[in-house]
T-cell receptor, first 114, second 111 residues
Framework: ETGVTQSPTHLIKTRGQQVTLRCSSQSGHNTVSWYQQALGQGPQFIFQYYREEENGRGNFPPRFSGLQFPNYSSELNVNALELDDSALYLC?????????????FGPGTRLTVL | GQNIDQPTEMTATEGAIVQINCTYQTSGFNGLFWYQQHAGEAPTFLSYNVLDGLEEKGRFSSFLSRSKGYSYLLLKELQMKDSASYLCAVRSYTGGFKTIFGAGTRLFVKA
């Protein structure tokens, strides 16, 4: 059973650019959540996808968007990058539509915006 | 709105017991989670409570009181490797799911 993987590990972009981050869920998991974590803070919920549909969203602007694919891998897209978008981006997969408990986190992508 | 409060830092001695408290305010409560996060690593799941009471899992226990908006994580027989941040997270459902994390409690275990 493979765990949650994310790519790339690190990324450097400049303000105004666009970025796509990728996540491969744990085998058999149909739900993925994305989080933004600033240094010394808890993860901030961006959104959740269940069976390719967004079924929950946090307080992030529309320039943060996502996709979940039939194989349950997913993407986080961020347009018009701002300096404050510099953070660790985590994805977490789980089974079912939010009724089960354990989320498995990937190692994260460290995004730096210059 | 939603809010989660937990202490910023705690220090305890190896072999001792420590209790990390978490208070929350939310509507549409759908479960409370505790995660452990070592520096530079991703969070790992520790426990889940959706009904009032105590859930025990080895050296870790978690308690929930929904009426009081209160939870605690109890760590027994502390080991040096338990030095980490402990994150309290609340899931809610109000037309969509949200999982809100607290800022975390940094636990230092000393010899």
């Amino acid at each position: 059973e493979t765990g949650v993987t994310q790519s790339p590990t690190h990324l450097i972009k400049t303000r105004g650019q666009q970025v796509t981050l990728r996540c491969s869920s744990q085998s058999g998991h149909n739900t993925v959540s994305w989080y933004q974590q600033a240094l010394g803070q808890g993860p901030q919920f961006i959104f959740q996808y269940y069976r390719e549909e967004e079924n929950g969203r946090g307080n992030f602007p529309p320039r943060f968007s996502g996709l979940q694919f039939p194989n349950y891998s997913s993407e986080l897209n961020v347009n018009a990058l701002e300096l404050d978008d510099s953070a660790l981006y985590l994805c977490a997969s789980s089974l079912s539509g939010g009724t089960l408990n354990e989320q498995f986190f990937g190692p994260g992508t460290r995004l730096t915006v210059l | 709105g939603q809010n989660i409060d937990q202490p910023t830092e705690m220090t305890a001695t190896e072999g001792a017991i420590v209790q990390i408290n978490c208070t929350y305010q939310t509507s549409g409560f759908n479960g409370l989670f505790w995660y452990q996060q070592h520096a530079g690593e991703a969070p790992t799941f520790l426990s889940y409570n959706v009904l009032d009471g105590l859930e025990e899992k080895g050296r870790f226990s978690s308690f929930l009181s929904r009426s009081k908006g209160y939870s605690y994580l109890l760590l027994k027989e502390l080991q040096m490797k338990d030095s980490a941040s402990y994150l309290c997270a609340v899931r809610s459902y109000t037309g969509g799911f949200k999982t809100i994390f607290g800022a975390g409690t940094r636990l230092f275990v000393k010899a």
